[in-house]
């Protein structure tokens, strides 16, 4: 059991956290270039704030599943966040 959560987090963590830095790398990208309007709320919050909010989603999750409080739940949500990649890549590439 704690192989799986352990390569669960690391899963979540590479692809959130990899997603992050590429969205920030992308966001000071825009505004290093100083065109009115940009980047605007919803750039950062794609780009930067959900990749961030899953991780770290995941790490409470697994911490929670560590120490033995609802184990079954906190797996549940370590997969969740692992399936919730088609839905961000889908409006990553314009939703086409």
């Known amino acids: 059991m704690k192989l799986g ?22 966001v000071l990208g825009v505004a290093s270039r100083h065109i009115p309007g940009y980047p605007n709320w919803g750039q ?3 780009s930067i704030a959900i990749p961030t ?14 120490t ?3 184990p079954d739940m906190a797996l549940g949500v370590l997969i969740l966040t692992v399936g919730c990649l088609p839905f961000y890549l889908y409006g990553f590439g314009g939703g086409i």
């Open 68 to 70: 033995g409080k609802r």
């Open 53 to 66: 909010a899953l991780g770290s989603i995941a790490v409470t999750a697994a911490r929670s599943l560590r």
């Open 5 to 26: 959560l352990y390569v669960m987090l690391a899963l979540n963590l590479l692809v959130w956290g990899g997603f992050a830095l590429i969205g920030t790398d992308l």
């Open 44 to 46: 950062i919050t794609y």
